[in-house]
T-cell receptor, first 110, second 116 residues
């Protein structure tokens, strides 16, 4: 399985934008880039996904590098409720299963 | 949006007993469901893939006879931890695969199992 690399932890201030990076240098052409987040003592929550083009939804934006070897999850205005572990995952469509890495633990300062 | 529920949310049992955890997709049909376990401060570990009407596919190192999975309908999968021991205490999480080409998974809230 193609792997992703994320920083172990990041901190940001409330009401400021947050950019969470992810490297996936071994990504293949059919791998989708998915982001999930997990709040304490809860199951993961889908955030956003993309293939080649940048994506926006109500939760976040996903910026994908032109060579697809990296991507960035953007939270436009962080709130305290955004404190969670964020997972960047490559999903092979035919396999469907998700293998979680260690993710980035995001802390938000009030 | 797609909602997945788990029952129970917490369970405490004695060593040697069996515990069943249910995972339901509430507003969509899921031909494929997944079971994960998560120890404190660690990431989720995939245990098995459950397909409706067929046997589950277990990940390497996961005991099939220990963790029995049944996916009898398009909205229900169950995980039974047989003869539970304290080392089986963990956070068990299921997910269901939506019917789309992008393979988005929808996760349940998790079940905290404590074996005394």
């Amino acid at each position: 399985d193609a792997k992703t690399t994320q920083p172990n932890s990041m901190e940001s201030n409330e009401e400021e934008p947050v950019h969470l990076p992810c490297n996936h240098s071994t990504i293949s052409g059919t791998d989708y880039i998915h982001w999930y987040r997990q709040l304490p003592s809860q199951g993961p929550e889908y955030v956003i996904h993309g293939l080649t083009s940048n994506v926006n939804n109500r939760m976040a934006s996903l910026a994908i590098a032109e060579d697809r070897k990296s991507s960035t999850l953007i939270l436009h205005r962080a709130t305290l409720r955004d404190a969670a572990v964020y997972y960047c995952i490559l999903v092979v469509s035919s396999a469907s299963k998700i293998i979680f890495g260690s993710g980035t633990r995001l802390s938000i300062r009030p | 949006g797609a909602v997945v529920s788990q029952h129970p949310s917490r369970v405490i049992c004695k060593s040697g007993t069996s515990v069943k955890i249910e995972c339901r997709s509430l507003d969509f049909q899921a031909t494929t469901m997944f079971w994960y376990r998560q120890f404190p401060k660690q990431s989720l570990m995939l245990m098995a893939t459950s397909n409706e009407g067929s046997k589950a596919t277990y990940e390497q190192g996961v005991e099939k006879d220990k963790f029995l999975i049944n996916h009898a309908s398009l909205t229900l999968s169950t995980l039974t931890v047989t003869s539970a021991h304290p080392e089986d205490s963990s956070f068990y999480i299921c997910s269901a695969l939506g019917r789309s080409s992008t393979d988005t998974q929808y996760f349940g809230p998790g079940t905290r199992l404590t074996v005394l």
